[in-house]
């Protein structure tokens, strides 16, 4: 265990649906971060919250719109998703931005 | 722009087989570089940070090492435990500090 818990672990939806994916970390960080994994490709970096900021948005489409009402809590909700947003999206956290990161187990998503 | 190649892709190694993993990196100012293990269905398993030439960490049969080019994840008398993906990711000091730049992997398998 990392420290950092993802629900759900599986999510299935169809194009018109909205779903919220949750990321909570319990290692006292002030960062967290949003990333998304496809089969063949290097992570991609989301979305990053400094001390509750959002200080990054890495040119994602606005059917993501990410949330953190904490330093612990971080989520992503999900609206009008295309197929091709099929991936393993990843949260982690950092001490500061600068810090290693740690990750959650991840949510596997598929939109149908 | 930065990059980070990883090679090879995946390798399949005898138990007890040694070998080693290559990260190669172009990066403007390296901040740090972090060797993160993957099982499948799984989130990155943090591993190693190196921050400059010449250093050197080991945890258990896995040796990490950094040159101004590259790292090796050296892999000594490796177990079917030990098989997984392995990430190689570059954190450059030439941004704002916290993105990090991930390679696409090497899967390795270890067979009995």
């Known amino acids: 265990e990392t420290g950092v818990t993802q629900t759900p672990r599986h999510l299935v939806m169809g194009m018109t649906n909205k779903k919220s994916l949750k990321c909570e970390q319990h290692l006292g960080h002030n960062a967290m971060y949003w990333y998304k994994q496809s089969a063949k490709k290097p992570l991609e970096l989301m979305f990053v919250y400094n001390f509750k900021e959002q200080t990054e948005n890495n040119s994602v489409p606005s059917r993501f719109s990410p949330e953190c009402p904490n330093s612990s809590h971080l989520f992503l909700h999900l609206h009008t998703l295309q197929p091709e947003d099929s991936a393993l999206y990843l949260c982690a956290s950092s001490r500061d931005v600068t810090d290693t990161q740690y990750f959650g187990p991840g949510t596997r998503l598929t939109v149908l | 722009e930065d990059q980070v190649t990883q090679s090879p892709e995946a390798l399949r190694l005898q138990e007890g087989e040694s070998s080693s993993l290559n990260c190669s990196y172009t990066v403007s100012g390296l901040r740090g570089l972090f060797w993160y293990r993957q099982d499948p269905g799984k989130g990155p398993e943090f591993l190693f940070t190196?921050?400059?030439a010449g250093e050197e960490k080991e945890k258990e049969r896995l040796k990490a090492t950094l040159t101004k080019k590259e790292s090796f994840l050296h892999i000594t008398a490796p177990k079917p435990e030990d098989s997984a993906t392995y990430l190689c990711?570059?954190?450059?000091?030439?941004?704002?500090?916290?993105?990090?730049?991930f390679g696409k992997g090497t899967s390795l398998l270890v067979t009995p």
């Open positions: 190196l921050y400059s």
């Open positions: 990711a570059v954190q450059a000091a030439s941004n704002s500090g916290y993105a990090l730049n």
